[in-house]
């Protein structure tokens, strides 16, 4: 019964936000981390951010650093994306997803690959106009 709705996605002119939302359910919110990935048409799926909401500590990757930032609201179980200074390589769709391990026996770098996560979103389409 593990849910997790992203939206937020939209249309926007470079250089404008965006705030995608990540809603999780069927789990112990913050025993597990959340993270962001997107896929544009003919490229891999590319980790953004992820984070704890146990102790709310954001990872970035170094693509988007700067311009985006992750953040939890636990009592909502949601998990927030902020992207601004959007760029047409933005345009993509964009997956919220749960980790594999719990936060409490993670260890080593942050979760940048699709198979350290077990449960994913719809996505949601992101579209940059230039």
């Known amino acids: 019964e593990v849910q997790l709705q992203a939206s937020g996605g939209g249309l926007v002119q470079a250089g404008g936000s965006l705030r995608l939302s990540c809603a999780a359910s069927?789990?112990?919110?913050?025993?597990?981390?959340i993270g962001w990935f997107r896929q544009a048409p003919g490229k891999k799926r590319e980790w953004i951010s992820v984070i704890n909401p146990s102790d709310g500590i954001p990872y970035i990757a170094d693509s988007v650093k700067g311009r985006f930032a992750i953040f939890s609201d636990n009592a909502k179980n949601t998990v927030y994306l902020q992207m601004n200074s959007l760029k047409s390589d933005d345009t993509a769709v964009h997956f919220c997803?749960?980790?594999?391990?719990?936060?409490?026996?993670?260890?080593?770098?942050?979760?940048?690959?699709?198979?350290?996560?077990?449960?994913w979103g719809q996505g949601t389409q992101v579209t940059v106009s230039s």
């Open positions: 997803a749960k980790t594999v391990v719990p936060t409490a026996r993670a260890m080593g770098p942050a979760p940048a690959l699709t198979y350290e996560y077990d449960f």
């Open positions: 069927g789990f112990t919110f913050v025993d597990y981390g």
